[in-house]
């Protein structure tokens, strides 16, 4: 059966590889095919032709957007000669950082941008997209100015790329440069929603574990951080403080949550080092903010911060997870090891070219998606080992409470559903029914104790059958058996009990027959003492009918 199963497992798995070997094939003989494409982007570009002056009054030509230019008071301005313009492609689209704007066509001014931040404290949710609409009669010798002053110094003189054409065509030409992140927020806000699922069912078996959640937490901060980061979601929604909110609080609570994922992992809740990553997690964070909205530093200038410590926790769990119990055997220890390496790297290059002022997008996504799926296997290898321990817990816990002899519930498993009967919630009505056999103790002088094992089986095994899911069946002594049912009519159990009858007669066990005789009573409980009370009464009616049938015998 094992190796008709494992054939199976080879056969899938041989389908799945010859498939990837075929598109890996069609990738490969199909590269040279013409592709069609609905999004163009080289007619949009409009970075080169501008130029400033000078505080001499010279006319200084740029050589391309962006770039930085000399500032006077934070303010600064640049320059365009322009011609008419035809087919209606009449917009001029840039992008700005914490800065005023002011566009005008030969002194005149078309456009002008000027937020006023509440709270006022708040002064940097100004990093916007800026769509002007130019008039068609421009005269032949017609020229624009961009004007800018930064409300953050770090931002003064700085001019983005620009785009000129139809408002379509510049906002494709923007959303394919931008694509590579839209895309990764959405796959992270996928997982994220995935996760926060996941650990919604795991849950509800285990309470107090918070892996998952700080995981999904850690991911949807990633995701939307990413999608706000594309600016492509500033064509669809323009409420800049729903930006700075996606941009910079998902920033200062990434740390946080990494330490409660990193916590989560580890088994050491005194390890010295978790104790430093908390503190310095707080450290950073309150920094950052306090900078943030105080407008002294953005926290793009501060963030450089915040990669030394990704950094640094994934040379700490690289060094240390490995050692731990449940890592050690995992097969997937290596790969784990590899991703979560080449994560460091990649954050401490990063942190580097932050602080040099030279960020590269496309390397930050790569080193989210290996870390990201570094913490995968983790979690994935951690939620395995827990499921385990979950599972012997139970294990020894169905042992504690079940007769091995009979299979039925043992007499601790009895008190303890007593003494954790809730009296504070509503109650129906329960049947009590007490079982007990006959001449039980004669057919042990008679034949043995194995002969009266068996037998007390053989009972145990015509009742389980009768009651099946209808109620739980308790060994409470030796041949003393309690059956309880909650909410069932007394037209069925009297069915009940007249099928137990029935196995009785029919029992399996042919050579040594018995008979057992029983007393039932239906109850409302309002403490757990009802139960006892109601166990007595039964015990009262099963002696009677005992009495009864021993006459019967006798007669």
Known sequence: MRDTAQLKNRILFFVCALFLLVGAYVLIAGRNTSPSTLMQTESASFDKGWYYHDKYGECVTIDKLPARIPTEKYGSRIYHDIAPVEDGKTFLCFYTNHQDVIVRLNNRVIYQYSTRTKPKWLISYHSAYHLVNLPIDLSPYSYISIETYALIPDYAGVYSEMFMGGSANIMQTIMLSRMHNFLFGIMFIVAAVFLFGTNHLFTRTNKNDHLLLHLSLLTLCIGLWQLDDSRILQFFIGYLPLHWCLKYLTQLLMPIFLFLFLRSINDNRTDKFMTFIYWAT??????????????IQPLTNTIFISHFLYACCCAYVAVILPKQDWMKHSRLKYLFLFSMTCAMLIFVFTFF??????????????????????????????SLQRFETMNKADTYKNLAFLDIATGAFNKTSWYTFIENFDETSPQGEYCLILFDM????????????????????????????????????????????????????????????????????????????????????????HKAADFNNALTRADEKMYEQKVEMKANRTT
């Open 282 to 295: 707080i450290g950073v964070v309150a920094t950052q903010f306090f900078l943030q909205i105080t407008g």
């Open 438 to 525: 006959n001449n039980l103790k004669k057919l042990n002088d008679n034949f043995g104790h194995l002969a009266g094992d068996k037998v007390i089986k053989a009972f145990c095994e015509c009742l389980m059958g009768v009651v099946g899911d209808k109620g739980s069946v308790y060994r409470i002594g030796g041949d003393e058996f309690v059956c309880l049912c909650y909410n069932m009519y007394r037209e069925a159990i009297m069915t009940l009990l007249h099928n137990f009858e029935v196995a009785v007669e029919n029992q399996p066990e042919a050579e040594h027959k018995f008979t057992a005789a029983y007393g039932y009573e239906f109850f409302t409980p």
């Open 353 to 382: 070219s932050l602080l040099h002022g030279t960020f590269f997008s496309s390397v930050m996504s790569f080193g989210l998606g290996i870390a990201f799926f570094s913490m995968i296997l983790i979690a994935y290898q951690k």
